[in-house]
């Protein structure tokens, strides 16, 4: 089971990845997040944990499985018997970027979860993917207004 959301944005790929990688900040970016904490320091790695508090008070703990610099990286939490995985991606898309977050569910109780919490889920990943949006696309314009 997976829910995909994908936005294009006004702002290069390279202006998108340096938000994505800086995974503490995320909370300023979503209403969705109340608190993201690195568990171990250095750039995010294949490996790196955090700790990830939603709004709803939910946390859990994430482990990057993969790690394509510039494009994407993938992390997995679990729910019991349910492994929750996470994907940030980001291309290039004309003058800007086109920015995708999946969240897929594995596991024998999977269909159950994804009935349970699929509209909240969807509506959670949508708010951190147009969080991501908008503050590229400020961040450009600020850049582009001081130069």
Known sequence: MEQRVSTHADAPPDDVWRLFMDVERWPQLTESLSEVRRLDSGPLAVGSQARVTQSNRFRSRWRVTDLEPGRSFTWESRLGAV???GVHA???????????????????LAGLVNALTG????RSITMEIEGFRRTAESERAGRQDAG
């Open 90 to 108: 980001v291309a290039p898309d004309g003058d800007g970027s086109m920015i995708t977050s999946i969240l897929g569910l594995r596991g024998p």
């Open 83 to 85: 492994a929750i995985v």
């Open 119 to 122: 509209r909240s889920t969807l």
